[in-house]
Protein backbone atom coordinates (compact mmCIF):
# COMPACT_ATOMS: atom_id res chain seq x y z
CA UNK A 1 0.00 0.00 0.00
CA UNK A 2 1.21 3.32 -1.06
CA UNK A 3 2.13 6.13 1.49
CA UNK A 4 -0.69 8.37 0.24
CA UNK A 5 -2.83 5.16 0.82
CA UNK A 6 -1.60 4.89 4.49
CA UNK A 7 -1.79 8.65 5.60
CA UNK A 8 -5.38 8.95 4.67
CA UNK A 9 -6.18 5.31 5.85
CA UNK A 10 -4.33 7.14 9.50
CA UNK A 11 -6.55 10.03 9.10
CA UNK A 12 -9.92 8.34 8.86
CA UNK A 13 -8.63 6.28 12.22
CA UNK A 14 -8.18 9.81 13.65
CA UNK A 15 -11.57 11.16 13.23
CA UNK A 16 -13.60 8.02 13.79
CA UNK A 17 -10.99 7.49 17.45
CA UNK A 18 -12.07 11.08 17.80
CA UNK A 19 -15.17 10.87 17.63
CA UNK A 20 -15.87 7.85 19.96
CA UNK A 21 -13.56 9.35 22.42
CA UNK A 22 -15.88 12.52 22.17
CA UNK A 23 -18.94 10.38 22.37
CA UNK A 24 -17.49 8.02 25.59
CA UNK A 25 -15.49 9.90 27.67
CA UNK A 26 -16.02 13.88 26.01
CA UNK A 27 -14.11 16.36 28.80
CA UNK A 28 -13.80 15.40 31.80
CA UNK A 29 -13.89 17.99 34.42
CA UNK A 30 -10.39 19.35 36.06
CA UNK A 31 -8.27 17.55 32.91
CA UNK A 32 -6.07 19.27 30.95
CA UNK A 33 -7.60 21.15 27.90
CA UNK A 34 -6.44 23.43 24.97
CA UNK A 35 -9.37 25.29 25.35
CA UNK A 36 -8.25 26.43 28.91
CA UNK A 37 -4.58 26.84 27.55
CA UNK A 38 -6.44 29.27 24.94
CA UNK A 39 -8.82 31.08 27.06
CA UNK A 40 -5.78 31.47 29.55
CA UNK A 41 -3.86 33.71 26.79
CA UNK A 42 -6.83 35.47 25.67
CA UNK A 43 -8.16 36.41 29.36
CA UNK A 44 -4.27 37.62 29.90
CA UNK A 45 -3.79 39.32 26.75
CA UNK A 46 -7.08 41.22 26.98
CA UNK A 47 -6.19 42.59 30.22
CA UNK A 48 -2.60 44.13 28.77
CA UNK A 49 -4.67 45.37 26.06
CA UNK A 50 -7.00 47.19 27.86
CA UNK A 51 -4.67 49.10 29.92
CA UNK A 52 -2.00 49.83 27.86
CA UNK A 53 -4.28 50.94 24.50
CA UNK A 54 -7.08 53.20 25.05
CA UNK A 55 -7.65 54.65 21.16
CA UNK A 56 -9.97 52.65 18.80
CA UNK A 57 -6.73 51.88 16.23
CA UNK A 58 -4.78 50.77 18.90
CA UNK A 59 -7.32 48.30 20.58
CA UNK A 60 -8.09 47.00 16.98
CA UNK A 61 -4.75 46.08 16.05
CA UNK A 62 -4.28 44.22 19.09
CA UNK A 63 -7.18 42.33 18.67
CA UNK A 64 -6.21 41.57 15.20
CA UNK A 65 -2.74 40.24 16.33
CA UNK A 66 -4.54 38.11 19.31
CA UNK A 67 -6.92 36.76 16.71
CA UNK A 68 -4.42 35.48 14.17
CA UNK A 69 -1.27 34.77 16.96
CA UNK A 70 -3.75 32.21 18.70
CA UNK A 71 -5.02 30.86 15.52
CA UNK A 72 -1.97 29.96 14.19
CA UNK A 73 -0.17 29.20 17.21
CA UNK A 74 -3.25 27.27 18.16
CA UNK A 75 -2.79 25.24 15.43
CA UNK A 76 1.27 25.09 14.70
CA UNK A 77 1.28 23.74 18.45
CA UNK A 78 -0.74 21.25 17.89
CA UNK A 79 0.97 19.67 14.53
CA UNK A 80 4.00 19.81 16.15
CA UNK A 81 2.56 17.90 19.25
CA UNK A 82 1.57 15.12 16.76
CA UNK A 83 4.71 15.03 14.96
CA UNK A 84 6.52 14.84 18.22
CA UNK A 85 4.43 11.70 19.01
CA UNK A 86 4.67 10.25 16.07
CA UNK A 87 8.45 10.87 15.68
CA UNK A 88 8.33 8.79 18.88
CA UNK A 89 6.13 5.60 17.54
CA UNK A 90 3.51 6.43 14.91
CA UNK A 91 0.79 4.54 16.92
CA UNK A 92 1.31 7.22 19.60
CA UNK A 93 0.98 10.18 17.03
CA UNK A 94 -2.35 8.38 16.39
CA UNK A 95 -3.53 8.35 19.80
CA UNK A 96 -2.28 11.66 20.90
CA UNK A 97 -3.66 13.07 17.83
CA UNK A 98 -7.14 11.21 18.01
CA UNK A 99 -7.06 12.86 21.90
CA UNK A 100 -6.31 16.46 20.76
CA UNK A 101 -9.29 16.21 18.37
CA UNK A 102 -11.89 14.78 20.44
CA UNK A 103 -10.68 18.00 23.02
CA UNK A 104 -12.52 19.88 19.91
CA UNK A 105 -15.90 18.31 19.72
CA UNK A 106 -18.35 19.16 22.20
CA UNK A 107 -21.22 16.63 21.21
CA UNK A 108 -20.89 15.17 24.96
CA UNK A 109 -20.29 17.99 26.77
CA UNK A 110 -23.35 19.58 25.16
CA UNK A 111 -25.86 16.57 25.92
CA UNK A 112 -24.39 16.74 29.44
CA UNK A 113 -25.34 20.30 29.84
CA UNK A 114 -28.69 20.32 28.54
CA UNK A 115 -29.23 17.26 31.06
CA UNK A 116 -27.75 18.71 33.90
CA UNK A 117 -30.47 21.76 33.98
CA UNK A 118 -33.78 19.43 32.59
CA UNK A 119 -32.72 16.40 35.30
CA UNK A 120 -33.87 19.18 38.13
CA UNK A 121 -36.42 20.69 36.31
CA UNK A 122 -38.12 17.81 35.12
CA UNK A 123 -38.33 17.37 39.13
CA UNK A 124 -40.07 20.15 39.47
CA UNK A 125 -36.47 21.51 41.50
CA UNK A 126 -37.03 24.68 39.32
CA UNK A 127 -34.60 27.29 41.58
CA UNK A 128 -32.07 24.42 41.20
CA UNK A 129 -32.71 24.35 37.50
CA UNK A 130 -31.76 28.21 37.46
CA UNK A 131 -29.06 27.58 39.04
CA UNK A 132 -27.51 24.86 36.86
CA UNK A 133 -28.43 27.20 33.65
CA UNK A 134 -26.33 30.25 35.03
CA UNK A 135 -23.23 27.98 34.37
CA UNK A 136 -24.44 28.00 30.77
CA UNK A 137 -26.04 30.97 29.30
CA UNK A 138 -25.06 34.74 29.90
CA UNK A 139 -28.10 35.78 30.51
CA UNK A 140 -30.02 36.44 33.51
CA UNK A 141 -31.54 33.03 35.00
CA UNK A 142 -33.09 34.22 38.43
CA UNK A 143 -36.61 34.69 37.52
CA UNK A 144 -36.79 32.39 34.52
CA UNK A 145 -39.91 30.52 34.62
CA UNK A 146 -40.01 27.02 33.12
CA UNK A 147 -41.23 27.67 29.64
CA UNK A 148 -38.22 30.11 29.77
CA UNK A 149 -35.33 27.65 30.75
CA UNK A 150 -36.83 25.13 28.31
CA UNK A 151 -36.46 27.98 25.87
CA UNK A 152 -33.07 28.75 27.11
CA UNK A 153 -31.48 25.28 26.94
CA UNK A 154 -33.07 24.72 23.70
CA UNK A 155 -31.21 28.28 22.21
CA UNK A 156 -27.87 27.03 23.69
CA UNK A 157 -28.06 23.75 22.09
CA UNK A 158 -28.85 24.62 18.93
CA UNK A 159 -26.63 27.49 18.41
CA UNK A 160 -23.78 25.67 19.44
CA UNK A 161 -24.57 22.77 17.48
CA UNK A 162 -22.57 24.72 14.79
CA UNK A 163 -19.94 26.25 16.26
CA UNK A 164 -19.04 23.50 19.19
CA UNK A 165 -20.06 20.08 17.01
CA UNK A 166 -20.51 20.27 12.68
CA UNK A 167 -17.74 23.27 12.26
CA UNK A 168 -14.70 21.35 14.37
CA UNK A 169 -15.77 18.20 12.31
CA UNK A 170 -15.56 20.15 9.00
CA UNK A 171 -12.27 21.53 9.54
CA UNK A 172 -10.97 18.66 10.98
CA UNK A 173 -12.37 16.41 7.69
CA UNK A 174 -10.57 19.22 5.76
CA UNK A 175 -7.42 18.92 7.37
CA UNK A 176 -7.55 15.17 6.95
CA UNK A 177 -7.66 15.39 3.36
CA UNK A 178 -4.21 17.70 3.33
CA UNK A 179 -1.10 16.24 3.16
CA UNK A 180 1.06 16.75 5.78
CA UNK A 181 -1.49 19.02 7.80
CA UNK A 182 -3.50 16.14 9.70
CA UNK A 183 -7.07 17.03 11.55
CA UNK A 184 -5.98 18.63 14.49
CA UNK A 185 -4.04 22.34 12.98
CA UNK A 186 -7.40 23.32 11.29
CA UNK A 187 -9.62 21.83 14.23
CA UNK A 188 -7.37 23.64 17.28
CA UNK A 189 -7.34 26.84 14.91
CA UNK A 190 -11.01 26.80 14.48
CA UNK A 191 -11.55 26.01 18.13
CA UNK A 192 -9.16 29.00 18.94
CA UNK A 193 -11.07 31.32 16.78
CA UNK A 194 -14.67 30.16 18.81
CA UNK A 195 -13.19 30.76 21.99
CA UNK A 196 -12.17 34.47 20.74
CA UNK A 197 -15.39 35.03 19.47
CA UNK A 198 -16.89 33.55 22.86
CA UNK A 199 -14.64 35.74 25.49
CA UNK A 200 -13.95 39.00 23.79
CA UNK A 201 -16.07 39.13 20.45
CA UNK A 202 -19.06 41.38 22.10
CA UNK A 203 -20.14 44.44 20.52
CA UNK A 204 -20.35 46.30 24.03
CA UNK A 205 -17.33 47.83 26.20
CA UNK A 206 -14.72 47.01 26.71
CA UNK A 207 -14.46 44.56 23.92
CA UNK A 208 -15.83 46.48 20.90
CA UNK A 209 -12.78 47.04 19.54
CA UNK A 210 -10.27 45.03 20.73
CA UNK A 211 -12.76 42.07 19.94
CA UNK A 212 -14.12 43.23 16.82
CA UNK A 213 -11.68 41.22 14.31
CA UNK A 214 -12.13 37.92 16.62
CA UNK A 215 -15.90 38.44 15.96
CA UNK A 216 -15.93 39.03 12.37
CA UNK A 217 -13.21 36.07 11.50
CA UNK A 218 -15.41 33.73 13.34
CA UNK A 219 -18.58 34.63 11.38
CA UNK A 220 -16.55 34.03 8.39
CA UNK A 221 -15.05 30.56 9.06
CA UNK A 222 -18.48 29.39 10.68
CA UNK A 223 -20.43 30.39 7.31
CA UNK A 224 -19.86 27.92 5.18
CA UNK A 225 -19.94 24.52 7.97
CA UNK A 226 -23.07 26.22 9.46
CA UNK A 227 -25.20 26.09 5.81
CA UNK A 228 -23.58 22.28 5.29
CA UNK A 229 -25.52 21.92 8.93
CA UNK A 230 -28.29 23.30 8.52
CA UNK A 231 -28.52 21.70 4.45
CA UNK A 232 -27.88 18.29 6.15
CA UNK A 233 -30.66 18.95 9.01
CA UNK A 234 -32.83 19.46 6.02
CA UNK A 235 -32.03 16.73 4.35
CA UNK A 236 -32.58 14.13 7.47
CA UNK A 237 -36.02 15.52 8.50
CA UNK A 238 -37.28 15.65 5.38
CA UNK A 239 -39.30 19.03 5.63
CA UNK A 240 -36.62 20.59 3.41
CA UNK A 241 -39.09 23.20 1.91
CA UNK A 242 -40.07 24.53 4.98
CA UNK A 243 -36.95 24.46 6.65
CA UNK A 244 -35.29 26.64 3.92
CA UNK A 245 -38.36 28.45 3.92
CA UNK A 246 -38.68 29.82 7.33
CA UNK A 247 -34.98 30.29 7.31
CA UNK A 248 -35.00 33.09 4.77
CA UNK A 249 -38.10 34.38 6.50
CA UNK A 250 -36.94 34.35 9.57
CA UNK A 251 -33.05 33.81 10.10
CA UNK A 252 -31.64 36.83 8.57
CA UNK A 253 -33.18 38.74 10.74
CA UNK A 254 -30.75 37.61 13.49
CA UNK A 255 -27.89 40.09 13.97
CA UNK A 256 -25.45 36.86 13.91
CA UNK A 257 -25.13 35.10 10.74
CA UNK A 258 -24.69 32.01 11.26
CA UNK A 259 -26.84 31.01 14.95
CA UNK A 260 -29.86 32.51 13.17
CA UNK A 261 -29.85 30.02 10.70
CA UNK A 262 -28.79 27.15 12.87
CA UNK A 263 -31.47 28.03 15.36
CA UNK A 264 -34.02 28.10 13.11
CA UNK A 265 -33.17 25.33 11.49
CA UNK A 266 -34.05 23.35 14.88
CA UNK A 267 -37.11 25.57 15.07
CA UNK A 268 -38.43 24.57 11.63
CA UNK A 269 -37.57 20.48 11.86
CA UNK A 270 -39.05 20.62 15.25
CA UNK A 271 -42.21 23.07 14.49
CA UNK A 272 -41.36 25.15 17.54
CA UNK A 273 -40.30 28.76 18.29
CA UNK A 274 -37.35 30.46 19.82
CA UNK A 275 -36.46 33.80 20.66
CA UNK A 276 -37.53 36.82 22.21
CA UNK A 277 -36.81 38.87 25.09
CA UNK A 278 -34.07 37.90 27.54
CA UNK A 279 -32.21 40.02 30.07
CA UNK A 280 -28.38 40.50 31.00
CA UNK A 281 -27.61 42.06 33.71
CA UNK A 282 -31.09 43.24 34.03
CA UNK A 283 -31.26 45.06 30.61
CA UNK A 284 -33.92 43.61 28.25
CA UNK A 285 -32.66 42.42 25.13
CA UNK A 286 -35.02 41.22 22.31
CA UNK A 287 -33.71 38.39 19.79
CA UNK A 288 -35.82 37.94 16.45
CA UNK A 289 -38.83 35.36 16.61
CA UNK A 290 -37.31 32.07 14.67
CA UNK A 291 -39.74 29.21 13.30
CA UNK A 292 -43.50 28.82 13.99
CA UNK A 293 -44.83 27.67 17.80
CA UNK A 294 -46.76 24.98 16.25
CA UNK A 295 -45.54 22.85 19.94
CA UNK A 296 -44.70 23.95 22.89
CA UNK A 297 -41.41 23.44 23.79
CA UNK A 298 -40.60 20.45 25.88
CA UNK A 299 -37.78 18.55 27.06
CA UNK A 300 -38.52 15.94 24.64
CA UNK A 301 -38.09 18.25 21.57
CA UNK A 302 -34.55 19.27 23.05
CA UNK A 303 -33.31 15.69 23.27
CA UNK A 304 -34.52 15.15 19.60
CA UNK A 305 -32.01 18.29 18.62
CA UNK A 306 -29.47 16.62 20.59
CA UNK A 307 -30.00 13.67 18.17
CA UNK A 308 -30.50 15.40 15.47
CA UNK A 309 -27.32 16.85 15.77
CA UNK A 310 -25.77 13.72 16.41
CA UNK A 311 -27.16 12.40 13.13
CA UNK A 312 -25.65 14.87 11.61
CA UNK A 313 -22.12 14.73 12.81
CA UNK A 314 -22.16 10.51 12.25
CA UNK A 315 -23.04 11.34 8.41
CA UNK A 316 -20.04 14.31 7.74
CA UNK A 317 -17.99 11.62 9.78
CA UNK A 318 -19.15 8.40 7.77
CA UNK A 319 -18.66 10.11 4.53
CA UNK A 320 -15.35 11.20 5.27
CA UNK A 321 -13.89 7.91 6.34
CA UNK A 322 -15.41 6.64 3.23
CA UNK A 323 -14.08 9.05 0.78
CA UNK A 324 -10.98 9.12 2.90
CA UNK A 325 -10.71 4.94 2.32
CA UNK A 326 -11.01 5.08 -1.24
CA UNK A 327 -7.34 4.85 -2.13
CA UNK A 328 -6.84 1.97 0.33
CA UNK A 329 -9.43 -0.01 -0.93
CA UNK A 330 -8.30 0.98 -4.89
CA UNK A 331 -4.74 -0.84 -3.67
CA UNK A 332 -6.19 -3.67 -2.08
CA UNK A 333 -8.69 -4.37 -5.16
CA UNK A 334 -5.42 -3.77 -7.44
CA UNK A 335 -3.21 -6.61 -5.11
CA UNK A 336 -5.80 -9.21 -5.15
CA UNK A 337 -6.16 -9.04 -9.32
CA UNK A 338 -2.12 -9.73 -9.15
CA UNK A 339 -2.63 -12.29 -7.21
Not at 173 to 192: D, E, H, M, T, W
Not at 202 to 218: C, I, K, N, V
Request: aromatic content about 10%; glycine content about 8%; hydrophobic content about 50%.
Amino acid sequence: MDAIAINLVQAAAVLLLAAVLDYVVGDPWGWPHPVRVMGWVIAHFTTFALKQFSRQSERRCAGIVLSVGLIISSGITGWLIVRGASWIHPLLGVVVEAILLASCFAARSLRTAAIDVLQPLTADQLTQARSKLSQYVGRDTEKLTEPEILRAVLETVTENATDGVTAPLFYAIVGAFLPGVGSVPLALGYKAASTLDSMVGYRQEPYTDLGWFSAQLEDVLTWLPCRLTVITLALLSGKSQEVWYLCQRDAIKDPSPNSGWSECAYAAILGVQVGGTNWYQGIAKHKPLLGEPVYPITSAKIYEALRLTRYCFLLWLGIAIAFLSLPAFGVIIKMLRLA
